[in-house]
């Protein structure tokens, strides 16, 4: 269906297992493996795991010899027999996918209104879908480009820290389920923390409670704390 469809991207609600059941069946190849699919070769170009999602860009040849990039946008968070939060679709969505709608942004950057009604968002569209002759370009491209205008720039020198290969893999978090949430410690439950911490490999702490909250269980600069975490002894630092 795919092939003869002429489809380029997928889009997956689903996971391969939800609380130990098999849902569906894994249809795409492994990394560097090549899978056969009736008259077609699959092969997978590329893989990027997000917290929400998973972006695979994959490459199927016919048998003779027609090739074709299809883009499949896995969205892993979608729970089973449930809905997912609102951050997670919006984040979900790729830039291209955004419709701008000029006239209710204009209203915004006046008075803080974008409300349009449903009624109207034909009429108000409509019009970005003409041909703009003299520049041979559409309105909606023209209107987009004058977005790009109001975002911020950034130079390389902004990011390129960020972007050295040994920081890569610090500055995300690509795995929803990676957040642990528990209470603030006690004097009886500092242990259990740092237990916590070193049985999952926890490498960022982020603490919500109140600034004037005793933080005895963090050491002090230049003084290491001694904690006995069965069966261990182990030094805490800063």
């Known amino acids: ?29 492994e990394n560097d493996k090549v899978l056969d699919v009736g008259p077609c070769k699959m092969k997978l ?15 199927v040849m016919e048998k003779n010899c027609k090739k074709r990039t299809i883009t499949q946008f896995h969205y892993t968070a979608w729970p ?20 701008f709608l000029h006239e209710a942004l204009l209203c915004g950057f006046h008075r803080k209104d974008t409300v349009i009604e449903v009624n109207d968002i034909h009429a108000k569209f409509e019009p970005l879908l003409h041909d703009n002759l003299p520049l041979n370009q559409r309105n ?21 820290d960020g ?19 528990t209470q603030y410690p006690l004097k009886d439950t500092e242990v259990d923390l ?24 963090i050491p002090q600069k230049d003084l290491p704390k001694i904690l006995e975490v069965a069966p261990e002894v182990f030094p805490r630092k800063l």
């Open 1 to 29: 269906m795919i092939w003869q469809e002429n489809i380029t991207i997928i889009v997956m609600l689903t996971n391969i297992f939800e609380h130990g059941k098999n849902k569906c069946t894994q249809y795409w190849p």
């Open 45 to 59: 170009l590329e893989e990027t795991v997000y917290a929400f999602y998973t972006r695979r860009v994959l490459s």
């Open 80 to 99: 089973d027999h449930g809905t997912p939060e609102e951050l997670e679709l919006v984040q979900f969505h790729r830039a291209e996918q955004y419709i």
């Open 140 to 160: 909606l491209y023209k209107e987009y480009k004058f977005l790009q205008t109001l975002k911020p720039l950034y130079d390389d020198k902004d990011k390129e």
């Open 163 to 181: 972007m050295e290969r040994e920081n890569i893999e610090k500055n995300s978090f690509t795995d929803s389920n990676a957040f642990i949430l």
């Open 194 to 217: 740092w237990r916590l911490c070193m049985d999952h490999d926890v490498q960022a702490i982020v603490i919500l409670s109140d600034n004037n909250q005793t933080t005895s269980w």
